[in-house]
């Protein structure tokens, strides 16, 4: 069994700045992409942005050079450091960890940008 814990959402101003953290916990596979995905009202869960254990990384075009993922292999845990946040960033973000042949999320922290 698999458990993610996002914490770091919350309320911030246009422009501003916050960092998410994800940890990951249970039967964790050496090779695994874990990523963050976001999904505002009214709309689909769409991809922010993923890294492979390995630390390649993929983005979203709607947050490349804004938005940078990391992640600590020994620690399982995942960040993703937002900046020049926009109102359109509003949603709640979901952990992922995606492990042959499973695919994990976590319960989702809200993130809130105001103009």
């Known amino acids: 069994q698999v458990r993610l814990v996002e914490s770091g959402g919350g309320l911030v101003q246009a422009g501003g700045s916050l960092r998410l953290s994800c940890a990951a916990s249970?039967?964790?596979?050496?090779?695994?992409?874990m990523g963050w995905y976001r999904q505002a009202p009214g709309n689909q869960r769409e991809l922010v942005a993923t890294?492979?254990?390995?630390?390649?990384?993929n983005y979203a075009d709607s947050v490349k050079g804004r938005f940078s993922i990391s992640r600590d292999n020994a620690k399982n845990t995942v960040y993703l450091q937002m900046n020049s946040l926009k109102p359109e960033d509003t949603a709640i973000y979901y952990c992922n960890l995606k492990q042959y042949p499973q695919n994990y999320w976590g319960q989702g922290t809200q993130v809130t940008v105001s103009s």
């Open positions: 249970g039967s964790i596979f050496r090779i695994n992409v």
């Open positions: 890294i492979t254990s390995g630390d390649n990384t």
